[in-house]
C-alpha cells in the first residue's frame, strides 16, 4: 500500500482504504478487511489515540494511533496528517497483525509504529 505526499480527505470517509484481504503467513487464513471510519479516541476510551475501525469478516475492530506519532509527524513534516492518511496507518498495522494471525478486537498503535508505518508508505 503506498500513499501520496497530501492525500486528502476527499470523498467518504468509509472509502478512504478499499477493502483488503490479509492471509495469515501461519495458517493462511483469509481475513476480508473494510475500513469504516475513524475518531478521536480521548472521548470514548480516554486514551490519547485516534481510533478507526475496521469491519474484519465483519466483526468490528478498532486500530488506536498514538496520538504522540501523529505529532511527532505534524512537527517533522509541517503539516498535519489527513485523516484519509491516518486509516492508510492503520490499516497497514492491521494487516501487520493479521498476517501473524494475532486477531483481537483492539489494537493500540505504539507511537514508534505509528511513525515507522508512515516512513514505510512514504507519506511526507
Known amino acids: 500500500m503506498?500513499?501520496?505526499?497530501g492525500m486528502s480527505n476527499h470523498g467518504a470517509m468509509s472509502e478512504f482504504v478499499g477493502e483488503f484481504d490479509v492471509t495469515s503467513r501461519l495458517t493462511?487464513?483469509?481475513?476480508?478487511?473494510?475500513f469504516s471510519h475513524l475518531?478521536?479516541?480521548?472521548?470514548?476510551?480516554?486514551?490519547d489515540t485516534v481510533d478507526t475501525k475496521f469491519l474484519v469478516d465483519g466483526r468490528g475492530v478498532v486500530v488506536g494511533?498514538?496520538?504522540p506519532g501523529i505529532v511527532r509527524?505534524?512537527?517533522?513534516?509541517?503539516?498535519?496528517?489527513?485523516?484519509?492518511?491516518?486509516?492508510?496507518?492503520?490499516?497497514q498495522?492491521?494487516?501487520?497483525?493479521?498476517?501473524?494471525?494475532?486477531?483481537?478486537?483492539?489494537y493500540d498503535v505504539s507511537a514508534a509504529d505509528v511513525t515507522r508505518i508512515i516512513a514505510q508508505l512514504g507519506v511526507r
Do not use: K, M
Request: aromatic share 8%; with cysteine; net charge negative.
Open 28 to 34: 493462511d487464513q483469509t481475513y476480508h478487511c473494510r
Open 93 to 106: 498495522f492491521l494487516r501487520e497483525q493479521l498476517e501473524q494471525e494475532d486477531e483481537r478486537p483492539l
Open 39 to 47: 475518531w478521536n479516541g480521548v472521548a470514548t476510551r480516554h486514551s
Open 65 to 67: 494511533l498514538a496520538h
Open 73 to 91: 509527524f505534524t512537527e517533522q513534516a509541517g503539516r498535519d496528517l489527513s485523516d484519509r492518511e491516518a486509516s492508510y496507518i492503520a490499516a
Open 2 to 5: 503506498t500513499t501520496s505526499i
